[in-house]
């Protein structure tokens, strides 16, 4: 595949919103809050403690798990949310905050097996969210030990007729809100205002329409008076990151709209709204959105290295003057290395380099760390994240000139020795992860480099 070079991080373009302008400084303090989000709807929070243990060698000092009783037979009930509870004692114990993400437009499931999906309901059906509206205040008050409730009212949101408007979500929200000053009054309340834009019309995330409404809907969601002393927000930064949504704005021609920006920030700020944070789902783990492919849904999880836009989108962060970014695992073992450099580069100005080379050190040798550091980087230039990109948003490869092709960068990688002592606790051994790297070697040499699972860059 040819190579292409583009700007380097700290160069300007004028077509790359996570990019800042050339001899700026976007890295001041470690940001207040630097989290991740490591739940999800579809598992219980991590149960090993030695899990916790590497999150905080990372750097992360916030956890958000997912509340999924509805999931659940109301007779389960119970049991899952003494698990739920245990799981944010556990996480207290190591020493993080931790905070419950709550979705909106989920529909209890009552049976007959143990979990299942009852699917989405419109909200305005009133007795429909009436019940949706009892069973978050019975959640709310059995998981009251969390320093925070994070209302998500998008996907899935509003209704699939297209007949809500941003009041409705306003309202919801507020629902919302009054159950957490009731049941929790300790905790902190926010708004992510992630699938906002599904609350007027239902546009389709396939279409520029759902992104250019995401931000138009964010921002009149924060200018009313929902937020503010005891209403945060999560912005989902879609504009600045996402690839999905990046090749949907060059397909048209048109430039994105990045969202919030730091006059943005700082208008929130004078209102006394806290926290400001970040939330960029993707970046981390190469989930499955539909349009990435091969992604980690369809391998079942593959380890990658994104450490150049991470660390782009971390000083973006800092430059909007955001409080902290919250950055998603799914696969914890696979991405491991991502994890790390998430957290990391929260809490300092490493590069990407000095990043992938730490990490080396903590898998490889001291003899042979420098060569897994090389193979770290070929990894990186060849990530499917980066290739889902348009090209005039990719950023410029990382220097390997030892390497110059998947063939030697596994005959290097046959040479790599294991540390027998890894400086960090580790989510697995590094013999076992430098097999995941071998795998993603062979994948590479394969072809299976990742692109766009649709025409929309044709």
Same mark, same amino acid.
Not at 278 to 294: I, K, N
């Given at each position: 595949?040819?190579?292409?070079?583009?700007?380097?991080?700290?160069?300007?373009?004028?077509? &790359?919103?996570?990019?800042?302008?050339?001899?700026?400084?976007?890295?001041?303090?470690?940001?207040?809050?630097?989290?991740?989000?490591?739940?999800?709807?579809?598992?219980?929070?991590?149960?090993?403690?030695?899990?916790?243990?590497?999150?905080?060698?990372?750097?992360?000092?916030?956890?958000?798990?997912?509340?999924?009783? #509805?999931?659940?037979?109301?007779?389960?009930?119970?049991?899952?949310?003494?698990?739920?509870?245990?799981?944010?004692?556990?996480?207290?114990?190591?020493?993080?905050?931790?905070?419950?993400?709550?979705?909106?437009?989920?529909?209890?499931?009552?049976?007959?097996? $143990?979990?299942?999906?009852?699917?989405?309901?419109?909200?305005?059906?009133?007795?429909?969210?009436?019940?949706?509206?009892?069973?978050?205040? +019975?959640?709310? *008050?059995?998981?009251?030990?969390?320093?925070?409730?994070?209302?998500?009212?998008?996907?899935?949101?509003?209704?699939?007729?297209? +007949?809500?408007?941003?009041?409705?979500?306003?309202?919801?929200? +507020?629902?919302?809100?009054? !159950?957490?000053?009731?049941?929790?009054?300790?905790?902190? #309340?926010?708004?992510?205002?992630?699938?906002?834009?599904?609350?007027?019309?239902?546009? *389709?995330?396939?279409?520029?329409?759902?992104?250019?409404?995401?931000?138009?809907?964010?921002?009149?969601?924060?200018?009313?008076?929902?937020?503010?002393?005891?209403?945060?927000?999560?912005?989902?930064?879609?504009?600045?990151? +996402?690839?999905?949504?990046?090749?949907?704005?060059?397909?048209?021609?048109?430039?994105?709209?990045?969202?919030?920006?730091?006059?943005?920030?700082?208008?929130?700020?004078?209102?006394?709204?806290?926290?400001?944070?970040?939330?960029?789902? #993707?970046?981390?783990?190469?989930?499955?959105? &539909?349009?990435?492919?091969?992604?980690?849904?369809?391998?079942?999880?593959?380890?990658?290295?994104?450490?150049?836009?991470?660390?782009?989108?971390?000083?973006?962060?800092?430059?909007?003057?955001?409080?902290?970014?919250?950055?998603?695992?799914?696969?914890?073992?696979?991405?491991?290395?991502? !994890?790390?450099? #998430?957290?990391?580069?929260?809490?300092?100005?490493?590069?990407?380099?000095?990043?992938?080379? $730490?990490?080396?050190?903590?898998?490889?040798?001291?003899?042979?760390?420098?060569?897994?550091?090389?193979?770290?980087?070929?990894?990186?230039?060849?990530?499917?994240?980066?290739?889902?990109?348009?090209?005039?948003?990719?950023?410029?490869?990382?220097?390997?000139?030892?390497?110059?092709?998947?063939?030697?960068?596994? $005959?290097?990688?046959?040479?790599?020795?294991?540390?027998?002592?890894?400086?960090?606790?580790?989510?697995?051994?590094?013999?076992?992860?430098?097999?995941?790297?071998?795998?993603?070697?062979?994948?590479?040499?394969? &072809?299976?480099?990742?692109?766009?699972?649709?025409?929309?860059?044709?």
């Amino acid at each position: 595949m040819e190579r292409r070079r583009f700007l380097k991080v700290a160069l300007a373009t004028s077509v &790359g919103p996570f990019l800042i302008p050339a001899g700026a400084s976007a890295q001041g303090a470690p940001f207040e809050t630097i989290g991740l989000y490591c739940s999800l709807p579809t598992d219980l929070p991590p149960k090993d403690s030695n899990t916790y243990d590497f999150f905080k060698a990372c750097g992360y000092n916030y956890l958000e798990f997912c509340e999924a009783g #509805f999931r659940y037979r109301p007779d389960l009930l119970p049991d899952y949310y003494e698990q739920m509870s245990h799981a944010v004692n556990l996480a207290h114990e190591k020493g993080f905050r931790v905070g419950i993400v709550l979705l909106a437009g989920m529909e209890q499931w009552k049976g007959p097996g $143990k979990i299942g999906y009852a699917g989405t309901f419109s909200t305005i059906d009133q007795p429909k969210l009436a019940e949706r509206l009892v069973h978050l205040r +019975r959640e709310v *008050s059995l998981l009251k030990n969390a320093d925070a409730f994070i209302v998500i009212p998008g996907d899935p949101g509003g209704d699939p007729k297209g +007949r809500t408007t941003l009041n409705d979500c306003i309202t919801f929200c +507020r629902h919302v809100q009054d !159950i957490v000053k009731e049941e929790a009054p300790g905790a902190s #309340f926010s708004v992510n205002l992630w699938g906002v834009a599904e609350w007027e019309g239902f546009p *389709s995330a396939f279409s520029l329409r759902f992104w250019q409404q995401e931000a138009n809907l964010s921002r009149r969601l924060v200018s009313s008076d929902l937020l503010g002393l005891n209403c945060g927000v999560a912005f989902p930064l879609h504009n600045y990151y +996402r690839p999905l949504t990046l090749a949907l704005y060059s397909k048209a021609g048109i430039q994105p709209d990045p969202y919030p920006t730091l006059s943005d920030i700082q208008r929130l700020r004078t209102r006394g709204v806290k926290p400001l944070l970040g939330w960029p789902y #993707f970046l981390v783990d190469e989930a499955d959105e &539909g349009y990435m492919s091969p992604n980690n849904v369809e391998s079942g999880g593959q380890s990658s290295a994104e450490t150049r836009y991470i660390r782009a989108l971390v000083d973006t962060g800092h430059r909007i003057g955001l409080d902290g970014l919250v950055a998603n695992a799914i696969f914890f073992q696979a991405e491991s290395l991502n !994890i790390y450099a #998430f957290g990391q580069m929260c809490r300092s100005d490493l590069s990407p380099g000095q990043v992938l080379d $730490k990490y080396a050190g903590f898998i490889a040798d001291e003899k042979s760390r420098a060569s897994l550091g090389g193979i770290l980087r070929y990894i990186e230039n060849n990530s499917n994240w980066q290739n889902s990109f348009p090209v005039s948003y990719r950023l410029r490869e990382l220097d390997v000139p030892q390497i110059d092709s998947a063939s030697a960068a596994l $005959k290097l990688l046959a040479q790599v020795k294991p540390c027998e002592r890894p400086a960090i606790p580790l989510l697995e051994g590094p013999t076992v992860y430098l097999g995941r790297l071998k795998r993603r070697l062979e994948a590479i040499a394969a &072809g299976k480099i990742g692109g766009v699972s649709n025409d929309l860059n044709n």
